[in-house]
């Protein structure tokens, strides 16, 4: 079975970091594009960043110079790495799997979702 499983989330103050660790198992890791999304209570479901099969990445602006995705195929997990947090990061945040191809940020080209961890950010 795919399973994907979002785990690093916490409490934190602003302008604090968390890393995030996505663990995949099931299926090819170095064969999919991994994405981070994140959804705040009342909102959709957004996506925040990507890594593609070759570690080419993409970012939401509002994320981008604070958040930075990596992967380490050989223990196929991906990480967000969270600095400078603020209030409006809070979210449950998600990893997601697609086959390969561009990295992108439209939920509609995942195929696999994980459980996901929350994150919130304090003033």
């Known amino acids: 079975d795919v399973q994907l499983q979002a785990s690093g989330g916490g409490s934190v103050q602003v302008g604090g970091s968390l890393r995030l660790s996505c663990a995949a198992s099931?299926?090819?890791?170095?064969?999919?594009?991994i994405g981070w999304f994140r959804q705040a209570p009342g909102k959709e479901r957004e996506g925040i960043s990507c890594?593609?099969?070759?570690?080419?990445?993409s970012y939401r602006d509002s994320v981008k110079g604070r958040f930075t995705v990596s992967r380490d195929t050989a223990a196929n997990r991906v990480y967000l790495q969270m600095n400078n947090l603020k209030p409006e990061d809070t979210a449950v945040y998600y990893c997601?799997?697609?086959?390969?191809?561009?990295?992108?940020?439209?939920?509609?080209?995942?195929?696999?979702w994980g459980l996901g961890t929350q994150v919130t950010v304090s003033s």
């Open positions: 997601a799997a697609a086959g390969p191809g561009v990295c992108g940020l439209g939920r509609s080209m995942y195929d696999y």
């Open positions: 890594i593609s099969t070759s570690a080419f990445t």
């Open positions: 099931g299926f090819t890791f170095d064969d999919y594009i």
